[in-house]
């Protein structure tokens, strides 16, 4: 068997527990990048899905987490573009009626206007 070089076997003989935690630090930094890595690609990978409409958002927020123009949404309720900054829950309350049936009626025309979302790459 061959001779470790001199410098790596002198740090081995007068460093062993320094040597033994390098070590180990250097297989903890390799497995923890490998799991970076997995998990990285089966975000990447997933299709963006926008989150469920909910009272406290604004038609603003809505449309650009659904892909589509303000105005657009605005239109569809009956909303004035100047109200883009009020939450739907305001914005209900402003029509008189419950912030269910807006956000039932949002979801109506999104589920018509929305553009198709694209596939993850590799299927």
Known sequence: ?????????????????TM???????????FFG?????????WRDRPAEAAPIEPWMTVRFVARSYLVRPALISDAIGAEKIRWKLSLEELAALQGRPVEDLIADIEAFLAEHRPPRREPRGQ
């Open 20 to 30: 033994i935690m390098m070590v180990a630090a250097i297989a903890a930094a390799v």
């Open 34 to 42: 490998v799991q970076v890595n997995d998990r990285g690609r089966d």
């Open 1 to 17: 068997m061959a001779k470790p070089p001199a410098a790596l076997h002198r740090l081995w003989v007068h460093h062993k527990p």
